[in-house]
T-cell receptor, first 116, second 109 residues
Framework: AQTVTQSQPEMSVQEAETVTLSCTYDTSESDYYLFWYKQPPSRQMILVIRQEAYKQQNATENRFSVNFQKAAKSFSLKISDSQLGDAAMYFC?????????????FGAGTTVTVRA | EPEVTQTPSHQVTQMGQEVILRCVPI?????FYWYRQILGQKVEFLVSFYNNEISEKSEIFDDQFSVERPDGSNFTLKIRSTKLEDSAMYFCASSPGQFFGPGTRLTVL
C-alpha cells in the first residue's frame, strides 16, 4: 500500500504571505496522480489541485501551486497571498494509475492557520 | 456544476442499530467510493464500487458493512449493527476526478 506522509501537523502564516506544505509518498509505481484537498471547519473535502506524475510541469491553480519532485517522491503545496479563507486542514493524497481501482491514500493532514 | 450529494448530513443512532447512508454520485461517473474520517484523524478508504460490484475493500470494511447501488442514481453504505467506534464522517466520492460529497456525520451513542 502506498504511504503518504505529511510531516507538518500545523502551519501558521500571516495574511498575504506565502506558506508551503510538505508531502512525501512512497510508491514503486511510475504512473500515478497526486492531489491536495482542503477541509475547512465544515469538514467538506474540496479538491485544490492535482498533478499527473507523467507531467513534468508543476500544476497551478490561481494562488495554489505545487512543487512536484518525482525522483524525491515529494509533492509540496504553496499557497501564495494567503487569505483568511485559506484556513483549513490540507490533505495530500495519492492515487495509483494502475488497474481500475482509483482509491485515494491520504496523509495525516496539515492544519493551516492564517493570522490577520 | 455537477456535484456529489449525501444524505443525511448528520445521523444519530443507538449502538447496535442499523444505519444507511445515502449518496448520489455525479451523473455518468462509473467509479464510486466510501471513505471514513474519525474526528481528528486522516481520511481512510473503505470501499470502491464499479460495474455494480465491489472492486476493493479495506480491512475496516468488515461484514458489518455493505454497499449497494439500488437504482441508477443512488449509492448506499449500510452498517448493520453500529458500534461506538463507527462514529465518524463518512464521505462518498465518485470518479473520474475523485469528487467528494459533503459527508454524513454519524454519531453512535
Amino acid at each position: 500500500a502506498q504511504t503518504v506522509t505529511q510531516s507538518q501537523p500545523e502551519m501558521s502564516v500571516q495574511e498575504a504571505e506565502t506558506v508551503t506544505l510538505s508531502c512525501t509518498y512512497d510508491t514503486s509505481e511510475s504512473d500515478y496522480y497526486l492531489f491536495w484537498y482542503k477541509q475547512p471547519p465544515s469538514r467538506q473535502m474540496i479538491l485544490v489541485i492535482r498533478q499527473e506524475a507523467y507531467k513534468q510541469q508543476n500544476a497551478t491553480e490561481n494562488r495554489f501551486s505545487v512543487n512536484f519532485q518525482k525522483a524525491a517522491k515529494s509533492f509540496s503545496l504553496k499557497i501564495s497571498d494567503s487569505q483568511l479563507g485559506d484556513a483549513a486542514m490540507y490533505f495530500c493524497a495519492y492515487r495509483s494509475d494502475f488497474g481500475e481501482n482509483y482509491k485515494l491514500s491520504f496523509g495525516a493532514g496539515t492544519t493551516v492557520t492564517v493570522r490577520a | 456544476e455537477p456535484e456529489v450529494t449525501q444524505t443525511p448530513s448528520h445521523q444519530v443512532t443507538q449502538m447496535g442499530q442499523e444505519v444507511i447512508l445515502r449518496c448520489v454520485p455525479i451523473s455518468n461517473h462509473l467509479y464510486f467510493y466510501w471513505y471514513r474520517q474519525i474526528l481528528g484523524q486522516k481520511v481512510e478508504f473503505l470501499v470502491s464500487f464499479y460495474n455494480n460490484e465491489i472492486s476493493e475493500k479495506s480491512e475496516i470494511f468488515d461484514d458489518q458493512f455493505s454497499v449497494e447501488r439500488p437504482d441508477g442514481s443512488n449509492f448506499t453504505l449500510k452498517i448493520r449493527s453500529t458500534k461506538l467506534e463507527d462514529s465518524a464522517m463518512y464521505f462518498c466520492a465518485s470518479s473520474p476526478g475523485q469528487f467528494f460529497g459533503p459527508g454524513t456525520r454519524l454519531t453512535v451513542l
